[in-house]
C-alpha cells in the first residue's frame, strides 16, 4: 500500500482541521495538546476497532519532514 493510499485509509475515519482529530463515525475530537492519551470514542462507534492512536498513525503516515509542518511531533 502507498503512503498516499494508507492517508486516505486514515482519512476515511478521522477529520484533521485545526489542529483537532475528529472521529467520523461519532464526531468525538481530540486536541492535538492531548495526543498523547487515548482516543475515546462515544459507545458503540463502528470505528473504535480501529485503534486508539490517531496522532501517532498519522505521525507514522507522514514522512518526519512534513509532520513538523503540520503540526505533528
Known amino acids: 500500500m502507498t503512503m498516499s ?3 486516505l485509509n486514515w482519512s ?3 477529520r484533521l482541521s485545526a489542529g483537532v ?3 467520523k463515525s461519532c464526531q468525538v475530537r481530540q486536541e492535538e495538546l492531548d ?3 487515548n482516543f475515546v470514542h462515544s459507545p458503540g462507534c463502528l470505528n473504535c476497532r480501529f485503534g486508539t ?3 501517532v498513525e498519522l ?3 507522514v514522512p518526519s519532514k512534513s509532520a513538523g ?3 505533528l511531533k
Do not use: M, V
Open 5 to 7: 493510499d494508507e492517508l
Open 12 to 14: 476515511t475515519r478521522w
Open 21 to 23: 482529530i475528529t472521529c
Open 35 to 37: 495526543q498523547a492519551l
Open 53 to 55: 492512536t490517531p496522532w
Open 59 to 61: 505521525a507514522g503516515l
Open 69 to 71: 509542518s503540520i503540526g
